[in-house]
């Protein structure tokens, strides 16, 4: 069964830059994997981020960008700000109309 | 704007049945596919199930493939989740998602809704 691998755990510097990366148990993401993040603060909706690899759902700074780097996914969020402490989750498509997110990774400002 | 909105959820004894329901408005609902996707307690977010903007093609998580139906009125513009034989497990708040339209079909979603939590409890 393939699993969407995430950093458990991510810090960064207010002002600062961060990469998030979204990997696959076996194999390499590709635009193919339509991946997508999702930002989430305890006890709220998910918000949709980035769609379609690098498409910014309205509304979302540009700050934050979505790309492949290598053989992931990668979602960068530049000159952090104290209120992007969060969990951000990617979405990978995994074909055969199946959807698997990953763990999730909790990122904190500081 | 776009919106969705669940509503169903609620509290149920184990073995029995639920069905969530999720009114979209404010796009033409039947260009877009539907998504369930739901969170547990503390964990991260599971996806469940798709049933694509043609009505027909629905796919499942192993996790409820067989247990749960999901199925859609686009007279109604609204999606429903069908859940039987509910266990302890599959207490989470309850989100549905609008996915990819006709023209890319395997976009990630782009609208949540405001969730609906299930309690599956004796």
């Known amino acids: 069964q393939t699993v969407v691998t995430q950093e458990p755990s991510f810090s960064v510097s207010p002002g600062g830059t961060v990469t998030l990366t979204c990997g696959l148990s076996?194999?390499?993401?590709?635009?193919?994997?339509?991946p997508s993040w999702y930002q989430q603060t305890p006890g709220q909706t998910p918000r949709t981020l980035i769609y379609?690899?690098?498409t910014r759902s309205s509304g979302v700074p540009d700050r934050f960008s979505g790309s492949i780097l290598g053989n992931k996914a990668a979602l960068t969020v530049t000159g952090a700000q104290a209120d992007d402490e969060s969990d951000y989750y990617c979405?990978?498509?995994?074909?055969?109309?199946?959807?698997?997110f990953g763990g999730g990774t909790k990122l904190t400002v500081l | 704007q776009v919106q969705l909105v669940e509503s169903g959820g609620g509290v149920v004894q184990p073995g029995r049945s639920l069905r969530l329901s999720c009114a979209a408005s404010?796009?033409?609902?039947?260009?877009?596919?539907m998504h369930w996707v739901r969170q547990a307690p503390g964990k991260g977010l599971e996806w469940m199930v798709i049933?694509?903007?043609?009505?027909?093609?629905?796919y499942y998580a192993d996790s409820v493939k067989g247990r749960f139906t999901i199925s859609r009125d686009n007279s109604k513009n609204t999606v429903y989740l069908e859940m039987n034989s509910l266990r302890v497990e599959d207490t989470a708040v309850y989100y549905c998602?609008?996915?990819?339209?006709?023209?890319?079909?395997?976009?990630?979603?782009?609208?949540w809704g405001q969730g609906t939590m299930v309690t599956v409890s004796s």
């Open positions: 979405l990978l498509y995994l074909g055969s109309g199946i959807w698997v």
């Open positions: 049933l694509w903007y043609d009505g027909i093609n629905k």
């Open positions: 404010g796009f033409t609902f039947s260009d877009y596919g």
């Open positions: 076996s194999g390499s993401v590709s635009a193919n994997n339509y």
């Open positions: 379609n690899t690098n």
């Open positions: 998602a609008r996915g990819g339209s006709v023209t890319n079909p395997r976009a990630g979603f782009d609208k």
